[in-house]
């Protein structure tokens, strides 16, 4: 049987094949279709069995996962759902109003994201719940039955409802759902206890706004999709990667598709986690470089950061997601001079059509793989392995216009153009890392996407990084993540209480209504008693504090005293680590409790290589002359196959590794070694 994950990019798509019996891994890609997505899924996987794996039936795929960008692309377009709010009476405005903070702290010009639910749909209803669950002002069902019909009128294809504490005590909300599912047939509603069962009104409020308006996006992906697939002749049900990593079943996609806002860069992290611990590494920085975005995260001691609340493109979103910081820096982002005659890179991309200059089809405005093919660390003929042929004539003439304006010569402005989009790479590696506690020399770099690593070299000497991981196959680990994935889910509750021994039992049954919750899914999903797996953390703060930290639940507690002391040394650890101090005077409080519930499936399995036969000069397939600042110049680099690269191969830079989905640059002083999973080590 034969495990398919196909990664759906914003410039290709990728394919990654793996055979179970054998333990082969093939590997495809193809441009991506931006105005369907599904078209290009179905082609990938069908050139992929066809080509890539020499003729595999598609009735031998035993399992199908990819990841998406339909939620991320509709929400950054704003192209989602004509959507409706219901919320309690006086709440209207908060989804506008928000907080009182500003993107950037001294521009008073910033502008805020636009409202994805117009001022005439945000009706309210008399309804009040008090902090504690108690019911100031019952539902009024007439209202709700009124505000339906003025929905409906206006068209609405969705419906976002968030009262106020419901998630103390949902029955309002469900009652009001009941009503709107009567009075709207065929429309997308969503409740906030659903969604984000937490406090924090206004992120609640964003949060389930946010489902709403992807809810008939990702419901009309997964119809077309479907079909494509069967057409294809794929009989497996499909899954999709969610923010977490995980991967969850097409019906919980489309009931909670803000689940997906990071399904792509999610299974990137997970391949790279993955990747990483066969090499013997766990503490990593996975740099993820595409043809739109970097998306860059932090790996602490085998685990990666999960973020309970990030904000997405401006709108902040209560759900459980990989804390991935991205930027618009990717091999199509396009380089132009701003007001103030200064080089600039981003965030705004070619994309994949028309794509780079030198793709030829009809862009004009240079972009970073422009620039890597003026200075030939890129293939200046073709990519894809010969399949996509290469313009460098259209590549320099538009890096040339740059040069004119800036009064640099080409190779100048080409390098410039490298050099600004590695600084913006290292900002976004600094986020993750120094600005929460973390060295990056600690670290080891692991790149892929199509450009990770054409790009990590100067990016690792940036940063003082001492090693570089590149996965045996960079350009599709998203899609090799799919299969390396487990099914995954997590629900979690909002509990204010404070932490001591006799709060011990009220935070037990805290988890055991969740621990039901989980097992319910576990049931819905099929997964095996002996394959389901529980992880839990709590959010813990200092009281009069705003921000809270995870700390993990400590299950081998003895009894409630070592399970209080253990509870409160972690909080101080995390404390400690990010704000660099300690209060042991001060009470702490809990106050959201979370659980990680992960079914364990069958994984493609990596398996070790036999030691090279053939000396490292067989890998060889020519040299190029390629401009290296280091070297002030043109040097002649070796090109080496990455395809005939064996365990114990040693190469030393200036050199150039190419595959079919991606080029490794090795600068002068740098060496690459080839271990046992045909990974490339980089220390220099």
Known sequence: MWRVGVDSGGTFTDVALFDEESGNIRVWKVPSTPDDPSRAIAQGVQEGLARAAEGVSPAAVGYFGHGTTVATNALIQHKGAATGLLTTRGFRDLLEIGRQRRPHLYDLQADKPPVLVSRDLRLEVPERLRHDGRIEVPLDEDAVRAAARTLKAAGVKAVAICFLYSYVDARHEQRARAILAEELPGVFITTSHEVAPEFREFERLTTVTVNAYLGPVMAGYIERLGPRLREVGIAVAPHITQSNGGVISFDTAREQPVRTVLSGPATGVVGGLKTGLLAGLRNLITFDMGGTSTDVALIEDGRPKLAGEMEVHGYPLKAPMLDIHTVGAGGGSIAYIDAGGLLKVGPRSAGADPGPVCYGRGNEEATVTDANVVLQTLNPRHLLGGRMPIDQAKARAAIGRLADRLSLDLMATAQGIISVVTANMAKAIRVISVQRGHDPRDYTLVAFGGAGPLHAARLARELDMPRILVPRNPGILCALGLLLTDLQSNFAQTRQMPVSAEGVAAMREVFAALEAR????????????????????????????????????PEAAASAEDLHARLRHGFEQAHQQMYGYVAPEEPIQAITFRLEAVGLVRQAELRAHPPAAEPVASAAIGAREVWLAEAKGFVSCPIYDRERLAPGHSIAGPAIIEQMDATTVLLPGQVAEVDAYLNLIVEG
């Not at 997964?527 to 993990?552: F, S």
């Open 518 to 553: 989980a097992e319910a899914w576990f049931a819905t999903e099929g997964i095996a008693p002996g394959a389901r797996h529980l992880r839990r953390t709590v959010d813990m703060r200092y009281a009069g504090q705003n921000y809270e930290l995870p700390v993990a639940w």
